[in-house]
């Protein structure tokens, strides 16, 4: 499955954004999905995730509370709305995608089977 994630740009500190990603499969809906970022000179972390049928979600502690992962089964997408973002939110925002049934996490790298782009989010103070 190919993945394009879109929506980041630049904002001021307490501002939102929602980014999407649009999935090229029809059999969407048999994937798991997450998002994950890198700041520059950090590794790629776990931000949130979303089980096939969107009945199961899970957040990274640092955005619980100001992001919301969904999904549109229907449009092949998921997102993440952004809120209340701050400065150390910047990074290189990525979708990924996994085949693998749920058994508990969805949080680590090898998880994901299939990755889209990346798209920046700039947060300025």
């Known amino acids: 499955v190919q993945l394009q994630a879109s929506g980041g740009g630049l904002v001021q500190a307490g501002g939102s954004l929602r980014l999407s990603c649009a999935a090229s499969?029809?059999?969407?809906?048999?994937?798991?999905m997450g998002w994950f970022r890198q700041a520059p000179g950090k590794e790629r972390e776990f931000v949130a995730a979303?089980?096939?049928?969107?009945?199961?979600?899970d957040y990274a502690e640092s955005v619980k509370g100001r992001f919301t992962i969904s999904r549109d089964n229907a449009k092949n997408s998921v997102y993440l709305q952004m809120n209340s973002l701050k400065p150390e939110d910047t990074a290189v925002y990525y979708c990924?995608?996994?085949?693998?049934?749920?058994?508990?996490?969805?949080?680590?790298?090898?998880?994901?089977?299939?990755w889209g782009q990346g798209t920046q989010v700039t947060v300025s103070s």
């Open positions: 990924a995608a996994t085949d693998r049934y749920y058994i508990g996490s969805y949080r680590e790298d090898n998880d994901y089977d299939y």
């Open positions: 499969r029809r059999t969407f809906s048999g994937y798991g």
């Open positions: 979303i089980t096939r049928s969107g009945s199961i979600t």
